[in-house]
């Protein structure tokens, strides 16, 4: 079976402070990988995507910047905060074709 | 303009009672349908798929699908305190599968 895991489970971060999100799925060979943004109780907003180690596409901007360093893991970060990054932020992953897709329990930020 | 609507934007029925959610997609590219179910401070969890015209079930969740008019539906019967979450619709085309979100529908069941 797979698992997704992803850390911290939640983090309150200064604004200007670096920040570091990670994602690891366990059981599944070359899965798509997805980071979404959300407000509370609020919409999925897609942040990227990749469908292979070391290759992450951009959906929206903001001041975000995600990498892909093995094929079970997705990392979020960024060098400054705003306060306008506070929010869930959620990894999911799929196979190939009409997979499912499968979201992580997610990590909550606070920026203040 | 979002690819993806739902209706409505919130939703309260009483215990027991049934549900009923909306979903209709802009794109006529949009055949495949997901819907998923988010409690407060958790991930949204994946309740069904379905990708061709009619019903699907699966215990309390019947899905119908009507690819002619792109919309789909999902009926919650006999509707319990625990299905209080955020239901969100999910769409994609028979291209890459990258599935695109609805804005969610925020369901109350009150006892």
């Known amino acids: 079976a797979q698992t997704i895991h992803q850390w911290p489970v939640a983090e309150i971060k200064a604004v200007g402070s670096p920040l570091s999100l990670g994602c690891t799925i366990k059981g599944k060979s070359s899965p798509n990988l997805y980071w979404y943004w959300q407000a509370t109780g609020g919409t999925l907003q897609q942040l990227f995507y990749s469908i292979t180690v070391g290759q992450v596409e951009s959906v929206v901007q903001l001041n975000l910047s995600a990498s892909r360093p093995k094929d079970d893991q997705f990392i979020l970060s960024t060098e400054k905060l705003l306060l306008s990054h506070s929010g869930f932020y959620l990894c999911?992953?799929?196979?190939?074709?009409?997979?499912?897709?499968?979201f992580g329990p997610g990590t909550r930020l606070l920026v203040l | 303009q979002q690819k993806v609507q739902q209706s409505p934007e919130s939703l309260s029925v009483p215990e027991g009672g049934m549900a009923s959610l909306n979903c209709t997609s802009s794109d006529r590219n949009f055949q495949y349908f997901w819907w998923y179910r988010q409690h407060s401070g958790e991930g949204p969890k994946a309740l069904m798929s379905i990708f061709s015209d009619g019903d699907k079930k699966e215990g309390r969740f019947t899905a119908h699908l009507n690819k002619a008019s792109l919309h789909v539906s999902l009926h919650i019967r006999d509707s319990q305190p625990s299905d209080s979450a955020l239901y969100f619709c999910?769409?994609?085309?028979?291209?890459?599968?990258?599935?695109?979100f609805g804005k969610g529908t925020s369901l109350v069941v009150h006892p």
């Open positions: 999911a992953w799929r196979g190939q074709g009409r997979d499912t897709q499968y």
């Open positions: 999910a769409a994609s085309d028979g291209g890459n599968y990258k599935p695109t």
